[in-house]
């Protein structure tokens, strides 16, 4: 089975290298939105099968963008994981309160990535 990845991030470097990253996995189809605004659009025509989410991003953040993608009955079951470098156990309990399906530590090990990844999708 083929897996749509959308990995959402507001830097290009790390949006390259997660999509590079992602790609090992000859199974993954990977798309990248430079922002949570861009999220909200390119996800219901994506229809993707894992929502890969980083968590500081200028303008709309990757908690106000979980709630809206939430909020949409097109995106509402899909597994969202934030990629970040809050990883305190009291910030990874918030953000798995407000509906993420877990966290991936940033800085990522671009050789881990997509088995990280795959492990939200079961």
Same mark, same amino acid.
């Given at each position: 089975m083929n897996f749509r990845v959308l990995y959402v991030d507001d830097e290009p470097d790390i949006r390259e290298v997660a999509a590079l990253s992602l790609e090992?996995?000859?199974t993954f189809t990977v798309r990248t939105c430079s922002s949570g605004t861009e999220a909200l659009v390119e996800a219901p025509k994506f229809e993707p099968h894992l929502i890969l989410l980083d968590v500081m991003m200028p =303008?709309?953040?990757g908690p106000e963008t979980l709630r809206q993608l939430k909020a949409d009955p097109r995106t509402s079951d899909v597994p969202i994981v934030f990629v970040t470098a809050k990883t305190q156990t009291t910030e990874i309990a918030r953000f798995l309160a407000i509906g993420?399906?877990?966290v991936i530590r940033k800085p990522f090990d671009?050789?881990?990535l997509a088995a990280q990844a795959r =492990?939200?999708?079961s």
């Open positions: 090992l996995d000859e =303008g709309m953040d993420a399906a877990g671009p050789m881990t =492990g939200f999708l």
